[in-house]
């Protein structure tokens, strides 16, 4: 691949994460399981990148060792990921302690969860959710809570009124959106968003791409979206890299990728995709 290394350290760099050699392990009494094997890929500053592959191709071991979120049996067993937030020196995500993952964590770099419909606390409206993120990581912003929950619904296409709702108020398609906004409350420099699609229909799918692009546009935050669905990256990304057990078998233009496929698995994953959601072919 020919992406340029990282700046030296205070130098803006123009990628957000810059992942080398990563291997990702499970040991379980039936052998080692390589999920993620000798990962290399640099994801660029405000691009929105998806990692395409098929169920069990590695994709959300790679998200969840990123974010040091890998429980055991997985172990990273070799690798760095040198993370370059803006206004800070650059880190290796492998290595940074609690306290400093701690302060990365939303105001630099956060995470919609596969199946993240149900990380919303039950029992606490909307309003409150945002406000447990915001004071925690950023008490500063407390006297403009007011201005900035409805803000923040706002570029999620959801009304003011939302706030006051309870997640159980709330539409599968709500509840995701309420999520994302969330997630970009202290505009962070990366989001990884882990099937942010599934299990909505059809319509409401279009409509959380288009909020996830909008959000690319307004708060110039870098994407990285995992999805087993090619409709879902022709639609929405710029740049996607494919999956294929737990290797890298093709990183690309998503245009050129649907175009002129390199790999012969990616050009298995495009011709499963029905013609209709081929938007960048
Ligand atoms: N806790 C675990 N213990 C053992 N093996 C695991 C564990 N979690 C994942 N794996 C294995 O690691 C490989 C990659 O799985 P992973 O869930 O990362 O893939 P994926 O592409 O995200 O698929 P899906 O979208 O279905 O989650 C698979 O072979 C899977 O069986």
Known sequence: MSEKPAGNAGERSPHVLEIKGLDVTYSTSRGDVKAVRGLDLAVR???ILGIAGESGSGKSTLAVALLRL??????VTAGSVLFHPAGRSPV????VDGEELRVL???ALSYLPQ????SLNPVMRVEDQFKDVILEHAPARKASLGELIPRLLGQVGLEPRVARMFPHELSGGMKQRVLMAIAVALEPDLVIADEPTTALDVTIQRVILQSLADLRTDFGVTL??????MGVHAQLVDRVAVMYEGRLVEVGDVRQVFKDPQDPYTQQLIESIPKMGRRAS
């Not at 199946?115 to 149900?118: A, I, L, P, R, T």
């Open 224 to 229: 990285m979206v995992i999805s087993h669905d």
């Open 105 to 107: 964590r939303w105001s």
């Open 92 to 95: 290796d995500l492998l290595k």
């Open 70 to 75: 890998l429980k055991p049996p997985g172990q």
């Open 115 to 118: 199946g993240s419909m149900s």
């Open 45 to 47: 500053r405000g691009e």
